[in-house]
């Protein structure tokens, strides 16, 4: 019987617990309502949908299921006329809609109106983690957030911030640079400040003599390390990487193993899945095997 699937984000609904459920529960989050019968077919290919999406929500909205030839009086009140029917309910009040079958696209843009983005809770747990302090957490939440709401503006330009702070700069202008003409507002111009500014305090007389001391000698391992120590320390960690790779390439033991741990340290500290690990990892795979 399709009034079957109940869990804590899905109820079925009878006189005894209306009240609490529909107008109470209301108050504190949107309550979808699907009204059925076990002779409506349409019924039994929307049901398994506002299933679905009930539990992808896990717990944003309640998926209340009313059947309607039950509970007629609770049909009658709330004006439905025919099955199957749904309706959003909010601070106790019904805010909108709709009657027979709809495709999932449909059903998912109604919702989307009163429910919070999937993502929302991701940018929420990445402020805490920068509010921490803790960027590589920040970033891969993030991350996650700016892929799955499809690249939407506040969260590149959270994604972007993030970057800045972590003094992950190159990819914070590779973002900033896949911004649409038309979104490039005061926050945005904001960005680009803040990335200016960084690049220019990120050259330290110490970097900057290393670099020198390089160009003239670009044989000099010890210094091509010395210059990734710095650069690592400094949060320029493609710049760090690069440099170690380079080093790997001449001499995969140098410094006693110093310049391959020095790597991987690195490599782990930007956390799992991040795109930079994942590249360098690959680099260095392919010297070691």
């Known amino acids: 019987m399709q009034g079957e699937n109940v869990t804590e984000h899905i109820v079925n609904i009878d006189e005894t617990n209306a009240s609490a459920l529909l107008i109470e529960e209301s108050h504190k989050r949107p309550v979808v309502v699907d009204f059925w019968a076990d002779w409506c077919e349409p019924c039994k290919v929307l049901m398994p949908l506002l299933e679905k999406i009930a539990n992808e929500y896990a717990g944003a909205f309640l998926l209340a299921k009313v059947n309607a030839d039950e509970q007629q009086g609770i049909a009658q009140q709330l004006g439905v006329r025919s099955l199957p029917t749904v309706m959003v309910i909010q601070g106790g009040q019904p805010v909108d809609g709709f009657a027979g079958a709809q495709t999932e696209t449909f059903v998912r843009d109604m919702l989307a109106k ?10 929420q747990q990445a402020e805490a983690a920068m509010a921490e ?31 800045i702070e972590a003094m992950r700069l190159d990819e914070a202008e590779t973002v900033l ?7 490039k507002d005061a926050a945005y111009e904001q960005l680009r400040a803040q990335l200016e500014i960084k690049r220019e305090a990120s050259k330290s007389p110490e970097i900057e003599a290393l670099e020198k001391k390089l160009a003239e000698n670009p044989d000099d391992l010890d210094v091509r390390y010395q210059l990734g120590v710095q650069y690592t320390d400094n949060g320029q960690f493609r ?32 956390g799992k899945g991040d795109p930079l690990a994942v590249e360098y990892q690959r680099k260095l795979y392919s010297l070691l095997y």
């Not at 640079?177 to 979104?183: C, F, N, P, Q």
Request: glycine fraction near 6%; proline fraction near 2%; hydrophobic fraction near 40%.
């Open 133 to 163: 302090g803790d960027y590589t957490e920040a970033l891969t939440l993030l991350r996650q957030a700016w892929n799955d709401s499809n690249q939407e503006h506040g969260i590149t330009m959270a994604y972007a911030h993030a970057l």
């Open 114 to 123: 009163y429910l919070p983005k999937p993502w929302d809770a991701l940018v």
């Open 239 to 270: 710049e760090a990487m690069e440099h170690l790779v380079e080093i790997l390439r001449k001499d995969l033991d140098h410094g006693e193993g110093a310049a391959k741990r020095m790597l991987l340290d690195t490599i782990s500290s930007l």
């Open 177 to 183: 640079d896949g911004v649409r003409m038309a979104d």
